[in-house]
Structure formats: C-alpha cells, structure tokens
C-alpha cells in the first residue's frame, strides 16, 4: 500500500509537525506501508524517489516557513496522487487545499492529522486584530476543513474535545506520535556539562522547543526569578529558536537572571539534544496549547523527570507514576515544585525511573502500527 503525505512544512524546518512526519514515515515501510511526500523546496533540496519538493517562496514576517507555489504544487501532488492508494494532509495551508482538490479528482480518499491548535496561536502573531474575533474564525475555519474529510487525526483526547465542541462531525481518531528508537539511546550527561561550563552540582532545568510566545516561556523566567531567591545557583538552559527569543532575552535580563538562564539555539536531534535531556536534573514545561508534548516524552526516555502544566496535549502524558509532577497554572506554585525537587535527589531519581519505564509505551512502531490499520481501514470503507 501507498500513502501520499503533503505538508505545507518539513524538515530542514525544525518543528513539531516535521518531526513527526518523519517519526512516521520511518516506522511504516515495517508495516507494510511506502509513502510519498509533497513539501516545499527551502533552498536546493533535490528530489527524491519518496520526497517530491516544491518551489515556494518566503512568509511576510516568519523567515523559518516557505509557501509553495499552489499552482506547482497542486500540479505535483495531483500526478503523486495518481500513484498512491490513500492522501494524508499534515497541514491546513495549501497542503490542504491541493490534497482534497487531488482526492475529488481522482476519487481517493483522504485524511488529514490536527497537528496545531490555531484558536490559541492566531492571537500571538495577528494582534491588530481581537483576540476574540481571531479565536472564532479559527474554529470556523478547523470546523469547515475538517468536515471535508474522511478523518482527522488528532494526537490527543483533549485535541479531539476541543474539535467536538467546534462542530466538528468527522471521525475523530486519537493517535499520538510515537519515539523512534535514537531516542532511547543514552545521552552523555557529563560531555554536555563539559562543553557548556555547568558544574556537575549545578541543579540544571531544561526547556526544549520553538521558543515562541505560545510556549509560555516567559512563564518559566518568571518562576525561575522567584526560586532564585531561594536557591541563586539554579539553571534554567532554553534549546530552541523562533520570534520570542529577543523578548525573552530582555524579560532575562529585566528579571536579573543573566546568570541564571542560558538560550542555546537549535540543538542537533541525534547528537547534542539527547545529551541535553541526560544533563538536566528536570524537564519543565508549561505551554498551555500543546497538542501532545511530545518533547515531555523525549526527556522521559532519557530519564529526565518532568514538572509541567497538565493543560491539552499534555494532560495524556502527566499522571501518577509517570515520572512527573504536574503543577498548578501559577509562578509560585512552579517555583516551590522545582525547589522541592532540585532538593530531593531521591525523590528525582525515582522519578527518572518511572520516566524511562513509561516512555517504552510511545514507541514509534507501536503507533505506526496503529495508523497503518487506519489507512487499510479507511481504503476498504471508500471502496464499498
């Protein structure tokens, strides 16, 4: 079986959705599933047998994301689609438009995965405009996209919630994307230390993401200035790019914390983040519109314990004995969690325990498993 994917983003673009694009794409050939898949050119990227690129041209005010040329595009993934069994839309941009205008054409069905929480993002990047206004066209917007499916994916139960209460009539299937095995392979703690100047005693917390308004980093500086007062030694290392950074710079260095917070930039996934993960003492996370959070599993894997806002996406991966504590939407009640546990090296290294051991449950093959049953499934329902 074949499987066309289109996105509107895609590696060498770090994020979440090209992430798990890959994640994905690497896991099914074991199930019985090739793929093709139509993303825009960035700059020379050659064609190959299973990612066809396309021409696009840079995004007003966001220079990390390309727009293909709709026209080029809708032209190649109409010829892709002519070859595959199954289309599946990873965006809802242009990718959306071409998948469905190719799918009518050729009578093959389509699905498409829920990956970005867009009533909660629009109102970071369009702010001339009320942020009420903005949140309603959204829904509108996800609501009429999805009904134009013959599924959506969504990577959490929270996801599939909000889409309901949008009106939403499509079948809604949770399915999260899963670890590929590089993940659990050990980061070194003591290199990543060495090759940054953090003393082996210095309690080291990690964040690891786009760094963008919609993270709510500027929460975490603010939690970091309140453990400062009790512990001045604490580090807060930030790995990540994107819009926010200057701004959080300057919150930084308004906050006193030049000594206390460190931004890395992007850090290479098979090589430098596992050893980020494998020297952080903890993991935090406070974004309140995450999908799934799948950088919480990635640290877990590694061992790192987890202090995070249960809040959407990551409300599926917080629980009891997961390695993790989840906390209440308020600085305060952060701080004094990540000073209890900065103290508490017991209580951390059980918690790495139960992180690694559950993590196992998100092994990519497991969920490539899973959606490889949905594309057979969705076939054989077109074909009656």
Request: net charge neutral; glycine share 6%; with cysteine.
């Amino acid at each position: 079986m074949r499987v066309l994917m289109i996105s509107d983003v895609y590696f060498p673009r770090i994020n979440g959705v090209s992430t798990s694009i890959e994640t994905f794409r690497a896991s099914l050939p074991e199930q019985g599933i090739d793929t093709i898949l139509v993303a825009p050119r960035y700059c020379a990227e050659p064609d190959t047998p299973d990612i066809r690129r396309v021409s696009s041209r840079t995004v007003f005010q966001d220079p990390e994301d390309r727009l293909a040329h709709y026209r080029a595009l809708r032209a190649v993934v109409l010829e892709a689609a002519a070859e595959c069994d199954l289309i599946h839309i990873q965006t809802p941009f242009a990718a959306h438009y071409s998948g469905l205008y190719a799918s009518r054409r050729l009578g093959k069905p389509v699905l498409a995965t829920y990956h970005t929480l867009f009533e909660e993002y629009l109102q970071h990047y369009v702010t001339f405009l009320p942020a009420s206004w903005l949140r309603g066209l959204a829904r509108r917007f996800s609501r009429s996209q999805c009904n134009e499916l013959d599924g959506v994916i969504v990577p959490s139960t929270a996801m599939a919630d909000r889409l309901r209460s949008y009106g939403v009539a499509t079948p809604l299937i949770v399915l999260p994307t899963g670890l590929p095995d590089t993940v659990f392979r050990p980061g070194n703690r003591d290199r990543f230390r060495s090759r940054h100047g953090i003393p082996e005693e210095q309690p080291m917390a990690l964040f690891v993401g786009r760094v963008a308004h919609e993270k709510n980093i500027s929460f975490l500086l603010d939690a970091a200035a309140i453990a400062k007062r009790t512990r001045s030694d604490l580090l807060l290392v930030v790995a990540g790019e994107g819009p926010a950074r200057a701004d959080l710079e300057r919150q930084t260095r308004e906050l006193g914390l030049e000594r206390n917070v460190r931004f890395l930039g992007y850090l290479d996934r098979r090589s430098e983040l596992p050893d980020a993960y494998a020297a952080a003492d903890l993991f935090t996370f406070v974004s309140r519109t995450e999908t799934q959070g799948l950088v919480l599993l990635e640290a877990m894997a590694q061992g790192c314990p987890v202090l995070a806002l249960s809040i959407m996406g990551t409300a599926d991966i917080l629980g009891p004995n997961r390695g993790c504590r989840s906390v209440l939407d308020d600085t305060e009640d952060f701080a004094r969690n990540w000073l209890e546990l900065i103290s508490d090296p017991a209580s951390l290294c059980q918690l790495g325990d139960e992180a690694r051991a559950y993590s196992e449950n998100w092994r990519a093959d497991t969920m490539a498993r899973k959606l490889a049953q949905l594309y057979r499934e969705t076939v054989r329902q077109s074909s009656r």
